[in-house]
């Protein structure tokens, strides 16, 4: 079965310190992969997605086949950063979007 | 284009009531979602719609119903409304194309006492 894992619920860094936040799939296929980001009580936003090799607000995520990770980085966290970052992958021939449990972010002043 | 609305954005229901949930989209997209979200549980899929006409489970279906009679309203049905429902509701919808992004609404907060 198609599995997203994150495997820090919390994380806290400092600001201007980088950030790492883990995700690994399970997938059999050919994975399409998201990093939706939650700020406090608001809607679910679309950060990035791994076919757009994009950097959204700093961010970036590289999909590595080989270790089934799709990583999201910064190299320098900002307050406004703090928030619930989701995972997910879509799976195929289903349409349906599978998320990880979530990593919340916290930046420190 | 306001994007995917949902409503009420707060409701408070007792054991055994019914209510529901509308969520309606302004984009003309093909496919919607529900999903509630459970803290530490991250987002589970109650159900899904493929287009007008077409809905199908998702991970968490019972106690819920959908219909889908447009491409803009997806509305979530609660029949008898139980504890294990206070959650928050999203409804999302996304465009053909597996590589496209979803858009969420804002959310229902559902309390059932």
């Known amino acids: 079965a198609q599995r997203v894992t994150q495997p820090e619920k919390l994380l806290s860094v400092f600001k201007g310190a980088p950030v790492e936040l883990k995700c690994n799939y399970s997938?059999?296929?050919?994975?399409?992969l998201f990093w939706y980001v939650q700020y406090s009580r608001q809607r679910l936003q679309l950060l990035l997605r791994?076919?757009s090799r994009e950097s959204i607000k700093g961010f970036t995520a590289d999909l590595n086949k080989g270790e089934t990770s799709f990583h999201l980085k910064k190299p320098f966290a900002q307050e406004e950063d703090s928030a619930m970052y989701y995972c997910?992958?879509?799976?195929?021939?289903?349409?349906?979007?599978?998320f990880g449990k979530g990593t919340k972010l916290t930046v420190n002043p | 284009n306001a994007g995917v609305t949902q409503t009420p954005k707060f409701r408070i229901l007792k054991i055994g009531q019914s209510m529901t949930l509308q969520c309606t989209q302004d984009m003309n997209h093909n496919y919607m979602y529900w999903y509630r979200q459970d803290p530490g549980m991250g987002l589970k899929l109650i159900y899904y719609?493929?287009?007008?006409?077409?809905?199908d489970k998702g991970e968490v279906p019972n106690g819920y119903n959908v219909s889908r009679s447009t491409t803009e309203d997806f509305p979530l049905r609660l029949e008898l409304a139980a504890p294990s429902q206070t959650s928050v509701y999203f409804c999302?919808?996304?465009?053909?194309?597996?590589?496209?992004?979803?858009?969420f609404g804002s959310g229902t907060r559902l309390t059932v006492v």
């Open positions: 997938y059999s296929g050919s994975p399409e």
């Open positions: 997910a992958l879509v799976q195929g021939g289903s349409e349906k979007l599978v």
């Open positions: 719609s493929v287009g007008a006409g077409i809905t």
């Open positions: 791994h076919i």
């Open positions: 999302a919808s996304r465009p053909r194309g597996r590589s496209n992004g979803y858009t």
